[in-house]
C-alpha cells in the first residue's frame, strides 16, 4: 500500500554511499514517496518494472520509479537500417523467453531483428574434442508453444530487447520512469531508532523515500554499496572482443544460419552467434595486449583472424597472434594483405586442401554442393559492420548476499548488481531475468497477503531461490574458462575424452540444455540425466578393459586441475 508525505526534515546522518561530495541541499518539501524504486535503467531493470506492472494488484497498489542516469527516449527511439546489428548480443533462453511473454513484453520485440539457435557446436582447440548440442533433443511435452519449439535460445540486440520493455511501460501509468537523473547519494531515514526507510537523492534536487529499494545499477552498484553488502570476485586476464560480422549466406544444401560455434583456445573462447542469414556476432575472450591490438588493427585484419581462430591449428593461431603483438608492440599494424598472406602460407604447411571448409583465404569451394565439413565451423568472414569492434574487461564477481540487512534492510540487488559472469555460456542476462522473475513472484505474493514488501521476512524467499541457482551456474562456468585455459597434456587429455563421453550420451546433453533453461520443465532434467547415467553404466564393463594404467593417469590429471585450478 502507498503512505502518506512526510512532513519530517531530512537527517544529516552518515552516507553509505555517495556519488560525489554532495553540496545539494535537500529539501524535505521535494520528498518524493515510493513503495518500489528500481535503480538502474537496463535490461534488469526495465523488465522488474514490466514485471511489476503486469500483474493489476500490483498496479492498483504499489507506486513504482525508475531511475536511469541515461537518456531511455534514444533507446526507445533506437533503429538501425537493414541487415545493420548493433555488437552488444545476448541469447534469451527458452525459460527467460517465457516470463518476457508473460508479461506482454516479448510480443513487442522486433522478431525481424532475432535469431534462433537451433544448434551449438563447441570444440577444444589443442585437441579438436567436439560436442554438438541439438534442440532435436529437447523433449516436448506435446503443448503447442513458442518456447517450446525446436530451438534451444533466441539471439537478439540487447537495444531491442530493452526497446520492446520501455514500450511496454508506456502503458503502465503506475510506474514512473526518471530518466536523465543520476543518483548522488543514498542515506537512511533517521527514525524509528535508525531502522528508518532508504531516501535517494537525486541530482536536480529531488528526493525519494522507498518502501523497498531495488538495485539493478551493474557491477559497481551505488545500492549494494549503501547497503553494505560485501562481494567476492576477480578479474580475470582477458578481455571480451565484439563485433558484428557479415558473411556470405549457407548454400541450399546447408540449412539456414542457426548454428552457434564456439571454440576453446587457450588464450579464450571465441563464439560465433547467428543474427541472420549473412550477419553473425562475434565474442572473442583474448588476453588484454591482444584484444588492444586487434581493435586498433584494420578491420580486416580482425575479419581474417576470425575466419583462422575457428580453422588452423592452435600452433598457427598463436603464430598469428605473435605477429599481430609484435607489431603492435613496435607502434605498427599488421596489414589485412600481410595476414592474409601468413594464413595462406598456415594453410599450405598445414596440407588443407582449398575445397575443404577449414580452408579460408586459400578457399576453392564453390557455391553448389558443399563440402562433408562444411558445418563444422562457421561461414567465411568477408567483413566487419563499421564501427562495431570493440572491446570490455571481464570479471567474475557475486554479492555475499541479495537483502540488506539489520539498519540497512528494504534494500535488495538483482542482475548485475548481484552477480557478474563470464560470457562464455551466454548466462548472463538469462541469471538477471530468473531473478527478476523471482522477486517479481515474492513481492506479488507479499501484496496478496497483505505484507510488507521491503521487510526481510518478505523477501528472503527470493534470496533463498536465486543465490545457490545463480552460485552454481557461476561456479561452473568459472571452472570451464580456468578448465580449458590449460594446456597440460593430461588436463587437456582429461577434458578431451569426458567432452567426447557426454557427446555421446543425448539424454546428458539434453538434461544439460534444460538446466541451462533450453527446454521446457514438464519432465524433469533428472529424469533424462538418469537415463544418460543408464547409458554410461551399461558400458562400464567394456571401460575396464582400458587397464587400471589409464586410471592413474586419470586421477593424476584431476588432481593436477584441483591443484591448477582452485586458486580461487
Given at each position: 500500500m502507498t503512505f502518506g508525505a512526510i512532513r519530517r526534515s531530512v537527517s544529516t546522518g552518515v552516507l553509505s554511499y555517495r556519488h560525489q561530495p554532495c553540496r545539494r541541499t535537500f529539501s524535505a518539501r521535494a520528498i518524493r514517496d515510493f513503495d518500489v524504486i528500481i535503480v538502474g535503467g537496463g535490461p534488469v531493470g526495465l523488465a522488474l518494472a514490466s514485471g511489476l506492472g503486469s500483474y493489476r494488484m500490483v498496479r492498483e497498489s504499489l507506486k513504482v520509479a525508475l531511475v536511469e542516469a541515461g537518456d531511455l527516449s534514444r533507446t526507445r527511439d533506437w533503429t538501425l537500417p537493414p541487415d545493420s546489428y548493433s555488437n552488444r548480443v545476448s541469447s534469451i533462453t527458452n525459460s527467460s523467453r517465457v516470463f518476457l511473454e508473460d508479461i506482454g513484453v516479448w510480443e513487442l520485440v522486433d522478431k525481424s531483428c532475432t535469431c534462433p539457435v537451433k544448434?551449438?557446436?563447441?570444440?577444444?582447440?589443442l585437441s579438436d574434442a567436439r560436442i554438438t548440442f541439438d534442440?532435436?533433443?529437447?523433449?516436448?511435452?506435446?503443448?503447442?508453444?513458442?518456447?517450446?519449439?525446436?530451438?534451444m535460445a533466441r539471439l537478439t540486440e540487447n537495444l531491442n530487447l530493452q526497446r520492446a520493455l520501455l514500450r511496454h511501460l508506456e502503458s503502465i501509468?503506475?510506474?514512473?520512469?526518471?530518466?536523465?537523473?543520476?543518483?548522488?547519494?543514498?542515506?537512511?531515514?533517521?527514525?524509528?531508532?535508525?531502522?528508518?526507510?532508504?531516501?535517494?537523492?537525486?541530482?536536480?534536487?529531488?528526493t525519494l523515500r522507498a518502501r523497498l529499494l531495488v538495485g539493478a545499477d551493474g557491477f559497481n552498484s551505488p545500492v549494494r554499496a549503501y547497503a553494505g553488502i560485501h562481494s567476492y570476485g576477480w578479474s580475470y586476464d582477458v578481455r571480451a572482443v565484439v563485433a558484428t560480422l557479415n558473411h556470405s549466406p549457407r548454400g541450399a544444401f546447408q540449412g539456414p544460419n542457426h548454428t552457434a560455434y564456439q571454440r576453446f583456445l587457450p588464450t579464450g573462447p571465441i563464439a560465433f552467434l547467428p543474427l541472420s542469414p549473412t550477419v553473425s556476432s562475434l565474442v572473442w575472450s583474448t588476453k588484454p595486449a591482444l584484444a588492444e591490438a586487434l581493435c586498433r588493427a584494420d578491420p580486416s585484419v580482425l575479419a581474417h583472424m576470425v575466419n583462422a581462430a575457428f580453422r588452423l591449428p592452435e600452433v598457427s593461431v598463436r603464430?598469428?597472434?605473435?605477429?599481430?603483438?609484435?607489431?603492435?608492440?613496435?607502434?605498427?599494424?599488421?596489414?589485412?594483405?600481410?595476414?592474409?598472406?601468413?594464413?595462406?602460407?598456415?594453410?599450405?604447411s598445414h596440407n588443407i586442401p582449398g575445397y575443404s571448409a577449414y580452408s579460408s583465404v586459400s578457399s576453392m569451394l564453390s557455391p553448389g554442393v558443399p563440402s562433408n565439413d562444411a558445418m563444422a565451423v562457421p561461414p567465411l568472414v568477408t567483413s566487419t559492420q563499421s564501427g562495431t569492434i570493440a572491446s570490455f574487461p571481464l570479471k567474475f564477481n557475486h554479492a555475499e548476499?541479495?537483502?540488506?540487512?539489520?539498519?540497512?534492510?528494504?534494500?535488495?540487488?538483482?542482475?548485475?548488481?548481484a552477480h557478474t559472469i563470464h560470457p562464455l555460456a551466454g548466462q548472463g542476462l538469462n541469471l538477471g531475468l530468473g531473478d527478476v522473475r523471482s522477486l517479481v513472484q515474492c513481492i506479488v505474493r507479499s501484496v496478496a497477503h497483505g505484507g510488507d514488501i521491503g521487510s526481510y521476512t518478505s523477501l528472503r524467499p527470493y534470496a533463498a531461490e536465486r543465490y545457490f541457482t545463480n552460485h552454481k551456474v557461476m561456479s561452473a562456468v568459472d571452472k570451464l574458462h580456468k578448465l580449458y585455459s590449460s594446456t597440460w597434456d593430461p588436463v587437456v587429455w582429461a577434458r578431451s575424452i569426458g567432452l567426447e563421453v557426454v557427446n555421446e550420451l543425448d539424454s546428458v546433453k539434453?538434461?544439460?540444455?534444460?538446466?541451462?533453461?533450453?527446454?521446457n520443465l514438464e519432465r524433469p532434467q533428472w529424469d533424462l540425466l538418469a537415463d544418460g547415467i543408464k547409458g554410461v553404466s551399461s558400458g562400464l564393463s567394456t571401460a575396464k578393459m582400458l587397464g587400471q594404467g589409464i586410471g592413474v593417469v586419470f586421477n593424476t590429471g584431476i588432481n593436477e586441475i584441483a591443484r591448477r585450478l582452485g586458486q580461487h
Open positions: 544448434e551449438m557446436q563447441v570444440w577444444d582447440g534442440a532435436v533433443n529437447l523433449p516436448s511435452s506435446g503443448v503447442s508453444n513458442a518456447a517450446e519449439s525446436s530451438e501509468r503506475s510506474i514512473e520512469l526518471l530518466q536523465k537523473t543520476r543518483v548522488e547519494s543514498i542515506q537512511r531515514e533517521d527514525r524509528d531508532g535508525g531502522h528508518g526507510w532508504p531516501l535517494v537523492h537525486l541530482s536536480d534536487g529531488t603464430y598469428l597472434h605473435n605477429l599481430i603483438l609484435d607489431a603492435h608492440s613496435r607502434g605498427t599494424s599488421i596489414s589485412g594483405e600481410d595476414i592474409c598472406n601468413e594464413i595462406a602460407f598456415r594453410e599450405k548476499s541479495y537483502l540488506g540487512e539489520g539498519a540497512n534492510n528494504r534494500t535488495v540487488l538483482v542482475g548485475d548488481a539434453a538434461a544439460l540444455m534444460m538446466d541451462a533453461g533450453a527446454g
